[in-house]
């Protein structure tokens, strides 16, 4: 009897994203191991599709941006004194900044976007926001999870890596 994508079972994927004109935004280097069932390790809308599939079996989800990293949101973005980073400054390059006022506790990557004479360009926004993306990906594991990894809600990943077992 094949197993089947179900709640509650550590599932892997080789997978791909390209946006809708086909160019690639991740080819999925490392497969995916995530924990099935509603905990938040990937997107619902590609969970839904997966769910009851077998090993070998692949789905195609398009996801909106709101679906997907979220919409581009404008006062995600800020400009900074220069003299506040560091001499080694470079486009590209990130910083976990604090939350802004009335925010709890959340941790935001801001990425260097532009560097001007005396001002840096900082974006918060996920570098996939407002973009609509389409996710290939086929089954290549199905294993149960643990009683652990169900009470952390998340893969364990050990020193023997079993995840990545065939």
Do not use: W
């Not at 949101?73 to 910083?95: C, Y």
């Not at 990906?137 to 364990?156: D, F, K, M, N």
Request: aromatic share 6%; net charge negative; charged share 30%.
């Amino acid at each position: 009897m094949n197993m089947q994508v179900s709640r509650n079972s550590v599932i892997t994927l080789d997978y791909h994203v390209t946006d809708p004109d086909g160019d690639v935004v991740d080819e999925g280097r490392e497969p995916l191991v995530y924990l099935h069932g509603g905990y938040e390790d990937i997107f619902l809308k590609i969970e839904e599709a997966l769910q009851g599939k077998t090993v070998g079996e692949s789905v195609k989800v398009k996801l909106q941006p709101d679906e997907a990293f979220g919409d581009y949101d404008a006062e995600m973005v800020q400009v900074e004194s220069r003299k506040d980073f560091p001499k080694e400054l470079e486009v590209g390059m990130q910083f976990e900044g604090g939350p802004e006022e009335g925010e709890e506790d959340e941790l935001v990557i801001y990425r260097v976007t532009e560097i001007a004479d005396d001002k840096v360009v900082l974006d918060g926004n996920h570098p996939l926001a407002g973009m609509a993306l389409i996710f290939t990906c086929t089954v290549t594991a199905i294993r149960p999870a643990s009683v652990e990894e169900l009470e952390h809600g998340h893969v364990h990943t050990g020193d023997d890596d079993e995840e990545t077992c065939h």
